[in-house]
């Protein structure tokens, strides 16, 4: 299983543009690209995932370059509520029944 | 609330005594997840259901623990004769595609 490194910790304000960046430099081809969002006390909730390029949904956008070798996950105008904990993961797509490997995250906080 | 239950919410035990963990998953998913998760850290893989049958068992699931699905819908976990090592937020997750989390169960061994 590809092994993921991402900051531990960052800072921002509201309403600020937040990019958690991820690095793989041992994905494999069929590998995916997942983000996961745990609060404290909460499980894991899915964010968002891809495979290349950028994909982008209703909470976040996630930028993948073509060697991907690394990841960027973008949160636009940050609230304090999102404030949590942020995991960056390879491996099989979502349909597939993989185990999940979670690194020790990105523990983001948004201050007032 | 993803839909996913754990019961209890919090379990504190001396150490040696067995305990119980139960998950209800979201009742059209097929596959379940058992994860570990200590403070600080992501969450660990413990063990796979696909409907009742147990597919996949990581090697930090010791003898102790034992991981059950009857009839491919809830699911339990025991953890007997604890140690203080047990100590630690058990999750389960369920899916069709991506995995959706319960909010765990905390395990405070004395």
């Known amino acids: 299983l590809a092994k993921t490194t991402q900051p531990i910790s960052m800072d921002s304000y509201e309403g600020q543009e937040v990019n958690i960046t991820c690095s793989h430099n041992?994905?494999?081809?069929?590998?995916?690209i997942t983000w996961y969002q745990q609060f404290p006390s909460q499980g894991p909730r899915f964010i968002i995932q891809?495979?290349?390029t950028k994909v982008t949904n209703e909470v976040a956008s996630l930028f993948i370059p073509a060697d991907r070798k690394s990841s960027t996950l973008s949160l636009p105008r940050v609230s304090l509520s999102d404030t949590a904990v942020y995991y960056c993961?390879?491996?099989?797509?979502?349909?597939?029944?993989?185990?999940?490997?979670f690194g020790s995250g990105t523990q983001l906080t948004v201050l007032p | 609330d993803t839909g996913v239950s754990q019961d209890p919410r919090h379990k504190i035990t001396k150490r040696g005594q067995n305990v119980t963990f139960r998950c209800d998953p979201i009742s059209e998913h097929n596959r379940l997840y058992w994860y570990r998760q200590t403070l600080g850290q992501g969450p660990e893989f413990l063990t796979y259901?696909?409907?009742?049958?147990?597919?996949?068992k990581s090697r930090l699931l010791s003898d102790r623990f034992s991981a059950e699905r009857p009839k491919g819908s809830f699911s339990t976990l025991e953890i007997q004769r604890t140690e203080q090592g047990d100590s630690a937020m058990y999750l389960c997750?369920?899916?069709?595609?991506?995995?959706?989390f319960g909010p765990g169960t905390r395990l405070t061994v004395l």
């Open positions: 997750a369920s899916s069709p595609s991506e995995q959706f």
């Open positions: 891809g495979y290349k």
């Open positions: 993961l390879v491996g099989g797509p979502s349909g597939s029944a993989r185990q999940l490997t």
């Open positions: 041992n994905i494999a081809t069929n590998d995916y």
């Open positions: 259901f696909q409907n009742e049958a147990q597919l996949e």
